[in-house]
């Protein structure tokens, strides 16, 4: 088993900035893939960004290409994600996702463990 605790999210300004944070514990953090999917309200979740525990490979979704950044610290069983210009529509409930796919992979059926959520609110 696998414990994420998402944190980070607030209410920031467009063009403003976040870091959200999720903090695993339990089993092996360092051989896990991490996702950051989101999901705003009347949509499906999607995969906004995912890092492999193998090589440290990373996946971004196009449309924050360039503006968020996935991390992860194994030494302190945290994974990161940095987001810059921030837009309204990246306004949505963020989750971390673990998962023991070897890529970086976009598909929530590749993860096993799922936080709770943090809420980011992007205001124009």
């Known amino acids: 088993q696998v414990q994420l605790v998402e944190s980070g999210g607030g209410l920031v300004q467009a063009g403003g900035s976040l870091r959200l944070s999720c903090a695993a514990s339990?089993?092996?953090?360092?051989?896990?893939?991490m996702g950051w999917f989101r999901q705003a309200p009347g949509k499906e979740r999607e995969c906004a960004a995912a890092?492999?525990?193998?090589?440290?490979?990373?996946y971004y979704a196009d449309y924050v290409k360039g503006r968020f950044t996935i991390s992860r610290d194994n030494a302190k069983n945290t994974v990161y994600l940095q987001m810059n210009s921030l837009k309204p529509e990246d306004t949505a409930v963020y989750y971390c996702?673990?998962?023991?796919?070897?890529?970086?992979?976009?598909?929530?059926?590749?993860?096993?463990?799922w936080g709770q959520g943090t809420q980011v609110t992007v205001s124009s």
């Open positions: 996702a673990a998962g023991s796919t070897y890529y970086s992979s976009s598909y929530y059926r590749e993860y096993d463990y």
């Open positions: 890092i492999s525990w193998i090589n440290g490979g990373t």
């Open positions: 339990g089993r092996t953090f360092s051989q896990y893939t």
